[in-house]
């Protein structure tokens, strides 16, 4: 999938460039977004350490272990099969981290899920329902204070620069439910199949 | 409210680093060489992750440096007036799934032209706080990976995002 995606960005991209004559930002903008991904690395290297070696903590003195049992129940409708102490630890923390604007945090929290259920998964060249799931819910996450924006409107001189809250609570909501539902559909048709 | 839940999101990383190290200091763990070893492997996840966002980075800018993304705007905007959706909206609705800072940008120059309090501003913000960047994430997750195929993941992220758009502008038309 993401081989003929990411193929298809890049000659669109090249074609576009010479009918609009404009190869010359394309080859500038190519070279400087190579640039932007290694210093967007080494702005999250610094944080994905921090929580890395926090988390081990967490890991290591049981706290991850007992978090988990505690928010087994509640999962259990999204993730039936997963037993996995860590992975619903680092699942629950990026949801966490993402509902309380920690977007990098949330980053990082992900990737560790998203690798333990690499791990867990039985055919390794299809993501499993979990995986599915998991990254639904990521890709729809509500954020209870978008700090960004709310910073952006009172600098423009909104009146109510905080009006937004709720509004894109409600969205988010209705953008994460369609998301779950979407999933559960094809899991239970894939699962008659 | 909405100080609430400020206070709250402020105090969460805060909060959860007392409770990681009280805990861990009670349980005796040696909390500074675990802490050295946890973030050992952070810095491996950052090298490892690193092919995966310059393949992303260079697939977006191709496609906006290029005048591509334009020209998909142009060509959708029919469709959008079906659904109502103001056209200021359509350049964010194009680059929301694909860059966070970018869409960031395109948002704060709405809202400059068509003012932050405006039908179309208010929209932009909610769009911006309600839909996430579903393409960047399901490179980049599912890059650490070994899938090959996404299977449904794909189409529930996209479905959602869809849903969020149009919750965002029909909520804010209402309120």
């Keep these: 999938m993401m081989n003929r995606i990411w193929g298809f960005m890049l000659l669109i991209g090249v074609v576009f460039s010479i009918i609009n004559g404009k190869t010359a930002e394309f080859t500038d903008g190519l070279m400087s977004s190579c640039t932007q991904a290694v210093q967007f690395i080494i702005s999250l290297a610094g944080i994905m350490a921090v929580w890395s070696g926090l988390m081990k903590i967490a890991e290591v003195s049981g ?20 037993k996995n102490d860590k ?7 990026s949801f966490m981290a993402n509902i309380f604007g920690a977007g990098n945090s949330a980053t990082i929290f992900s990737l560790k899920a998203m690798e333990l259920l690499d791990k867990e998964n ?18 729809s996450m509500i ?14 001189g909104s ?24 999933c559960k559909i094809f899991e239970r048709k894939n699962k008659n199949a | 409210m909405p100080n609430l839940l400020s206070i709250f999101s402020v105090m969460f990383l805060p909060i959860l680093i007392t409770i990681i190290i009280l805990y861990g200091i009670k349980k005796k ?20 992750i690193l092919p995966f966002i310059i393949g992303i980075f260079i697939g977006i800018e191709a496609l906006t440096s290029s005048g591509a993304m334009d ?38 120059r709405i809202m400059e032209i068509s003012g932050p309090d405006s039908l179309v501003g208010r929209a932009a913000s909610v769009m911006v706080g309600s839909c996430e960047t579903i393409f960047y994430v399901l490179a980049l997750y599912f890059g650490v990976t070994s899938v090959k195929k996404m299977r449904h993941s794909f189409t529930a992220g996209l479905i959602g995002y869809i849903a969020g758009i149009f919750a965002s502008v029909y909520i804010c038309k209402i309120l």
């Design chain 2, 29 to 48: 763990t040696d909390i500074y060489d675990v802490f050295i070893e946890g973030a050992k492997e952070g810095l491996h996840t950052c090298i490892d």
């Design chain 1, 122 to 139: 039985p055919h390794p060249s299809y993501a499993s329902d979990a995986m599915c799931m998991f990254m639904a819910l990521s890709m």
């Design chain 1, 159 to 182: 009146s109510a620069p905080e009006d937004i809250i709720l509004p894109s609570i409600i969205a988010g909501l209705i953008s994460m439910i369609i998301s779950v539902l979407v």
């Design chain 1, 87 to 93: 992975t619903i630890a680092m699942m629950i923390m």
């Design chain 1, 63 to 82: 706290l991850i272990e007992k978090v988990s049992n505690a928010v087994k129940p509640l999962i259990s409708f999204l993730f039936p099969y997963e």
């Design chain 1, 143 to 156: 954020q209870l204070v978008p700090i960004t924006v709310i910073k952006i409107r009172s600098d423009l």
């Design chain 2, 71 to 108: 020209f998909i705007e142009k060509a959708a905007a029919p469709v959008f007036n079906f659904f109502a959706i103001p056209e200021e909206l359509i350049s964010l609705i194009f680059l929301r799934p694909v860059s966070g800072s970018g869409s960031l940008v395109v948002a704060e």
